[in-house]
């Protein structure tokens, strides 16, 4: 299994900078991806970024050129670089990863993870 923990949310004024934090700990295999989701009040939950394994990139299109992902994979923590924040980024945002565990069985399988979420609010 494998165990994230988020870090790093709190209040922020509009166009202020963020930065999130996600440790991940336990026992895998292999890790192909991790990612940041959120949702805010009444909406449904999103993917925000995106980092593979190979270092590759994705987000989502209401964050790009705002947000940035990374990774240390030795310390096995993805980051979430959020700057120029808007009242609509607020929201509780989560860690998750898709990873190769190995079973009781000793067969391999696939699988996503989540933290518990760290709440990020954007106002004045």
């Known amino acids: 299994q494998v165990q994230l923990v988020e870090s790093g949310g709190g209040l922020v004024q509009p166009g202020g900078s963020l930065r999130l934090s996600c440790a991940a700990s336990?026992?895998?295999?292999?890790?192909?991806?991790m990612g940041w989701y959120r949702q805010g009040p009444g909406k449904q939950r999103e993917l925000v970024a995106q980092?593979?394994?190979?270092?590759?990139?994705n987000y989502a299109d209401s964050v790009k050129g705002r947000f940035t992902i990374s990774r240390d994979n030795a310390e096995n923590t993805v980051y979430l670089q959020m700057t120029s924040l808007t009242p609509e980024d607020t929201a509780v945002y989560y860690c998750?990863?898709?990873?190769?565990?190995?079973?009781?069985?000793?067969?391999?399988?696939?699988?996503?993870?989540w933290g518990q979420g760290t709440q990020v609010t954007v106002s004045s």
């Open positions: 980092i593979t394994r190979g270092g590759t990139t």
């Open positions: 998750s990863t898709s990873a190769i565990t190995e079973t009781k069985l000793g067969t391999f399988q696939s699988g996503d993870f």
């Open positions: 336990g026992s895998w295999i292999s890790i192909n991806s």
